[in-house]
């Protein structure tokens, strides 16, 4: 019997740091819809910069391949107010069987 009661899945988290816009969210939102992901958890905050306002967006999506992730940043970066696009993978413990 294998010693672990779950497989291993990995979780792909965005982080995107925008201008305070209302049109970043939907557009940010769009890049995983036409690729037909939906998100385990999306978080947006306001936050204050010294020019203003800044838009605080973190997405989190499971089992993501490395490459599509690597382009999906890529894509954020370049929409209109997105100033900065950071990635990471959390892969959650595993729970070992009784």
Request: glycine share 4%; with cysteine.
């Amino acid at each position: 019997m294998h010693p672990y009661s779950e497989p291993s899945r990995h979780i792909a988290c965005f982080s995107v740091q925008a201008e305070a816009e209302p049109s970043v969210m939907p557009r940010v939102l769009e890049q995983f819809a036409k690729r037909g992901i939906v998100p385990l958890q999306w978080h947006s905050s306001l936050g204050r910069a010294a020019q203003g306002r800044e838009l605080y967006i973190d997405v989190q999506v499971e089992a993501m391949e490395p490459d599509l992730v690597v382009r999906i940043a890529e894509t954020l970066r370049q929409l209109v107010h997105v100033q900065l696009v950071l990635t990471a993978e959390k892969r959650p413990e595993l729970r070992q069987a009784g």
